[in-house]
């Protein structure tokens, strides 16, 4: 045995003994192809084209059959040549990895596909990919040569085969996990803890298969229930107007928000304006009932004294009214006369 490969005589068995092995996946495969025709049909009513969630869910589909065979013919009792299976193998390591940065990519573009600047997947994320694709293709010059020879299956094992088929796919989850959480705001909070919870459900059941082996199939089960989960709190139709009437609320309310605050700003400056001049008329009309001997006079400079405070009040209201509509209204202690408040 090796560090990176063992070698094994797999004891073959009939072929629903074999199906056992694999009917938990096709059970997903059978809640995703649902899932698919459920798409479709919306699509068709909505009049929509061909979506990125439905391609997601289709290389979903994709890589659990390339699996369910690599598995169901590595035990049925068929004379199937071991080099097939040892290719069939790869290829669901490397679908597998696809399906999940396909969905990290699905996750970049449903948070941007409100801006017109769509951003490409990180460098770093493409290299992990391509480099799975070298280190299986690596794999399979060294496996195929050596099963022809030996005539026994040969499996990665240990560091290589956690790696190939397990971390990969685990990488990319995290990452569109952390895309989900870097825009959490985007949705509510009973929609954003559901969502979470089915990551976590998906990655928890890679990690537990990647310690139980290879069968039961329990990995694809998880993904079925995440993808369930996101399509009906994210990507229906109804949610996504729901979304857009809330964006189109926020906007509005912020345009109300500036306009209230552009009149409130401009019943103070008005206000400001017109105290100034008034208090000349008040000052002008204060000179003339210290000066003036007519009585006519006199009571005609108090009738104009008392309207001048009179509306000099109310502009002093429309001063204080624009300075709590701004936070800027403060509460000063003085004395004042109970007498004269009354008699006001």
């Known amino acids: 045995m090796n560090t990176f490969y063992v070698t094994e005589q797999i004891e073959k068995i009939s072929a629903s003994q074999a199906f056992q092995s694999i009917e938990v996946s ?132 240990g560091i290589l085969f956690f790696v190939t088929g397990f971390v990969m796919e685990l990488y990319h989850l995290i990452y569109a996990l952390y895309l989900f959480l870097l825009r959490r705001e985007s949705s509510d909070s009973r929609s954003r803890l559901i969502v979470i919870f089915s990551f976590l459900l998906t990655i928890s059941s890679i990690v537990v298969q990647a310690f139980i082996g290879e069968t039961p199939m329990i990995n694809y089960l998880g993904g079925t229930f995440a993808l369930f989960v996101f399509y009906f709190n994210a990507e229906t139709p109804d949610f996504i107007k729901l979304s857009r009437t809330m964006d189109e609320l926020m906007v509005e309310r912020q345009r109300a928000e500036a306009a209230n605050v552009a009149k409130t700003e401009f019943l103070a400056n008005m206000s400001h304006e017109m105290r100034t001049p008034l208090n000349a008329v008040l000052g002008m009309n204060e000179m003339i009932l210290r000066q003036s001997k007519d009585a006519e006079i006199t009571e005609y400079a108090g009738g104009i004294e008392r309207a001048g405070q009179s509306l000099l009040s109310v502009i002093n209201d429309v001063i204080d009214f624009s300075r709590i509509e701004s936070g800027k209204m403060q509460i000063n202690l003085a004395p004042y006369m109970l007498s004269a408040v009354i008699g006001d």
Not at 114 to 135: H, W, Y
């Open 26 to 157: 096709c059970v997903a495969l059978m809640f995703n192809l649902l899932l698919y025709v459920i798409i479709k049909v919306q699509q068709v009513r909505q009049q929509q084209g061909r979506s990125v969630f439905s391609s997601v869910l289709f290389s979903v589909m994709a890589a659990n059959m390339i699996t369910c065979l690599q598995v169901f013919l590595t035990y049925v009792n068929l004379p199937v040549p071991l080099t097939v299976i040892c290719a069939l193998q790869a290829l669901a390591f490397m679908a597998n990895t696809m399906v999940c940065y396909y969905f990290s990519y699905y996750m970049q573009r449903y948070f941007n596909r409100s801006t017109e600047d769509e951003k490409p997947m990180p460098l770093f994320n493409r290299c992990m990919v391509v480099a799975q694709g070298v280190i299986l293709a690596l794999w399979l010059l060294f496996a195929i040569p050596y099963i022809l020879r030996e005539d026994v299956l040969i499996r990665q094992d």
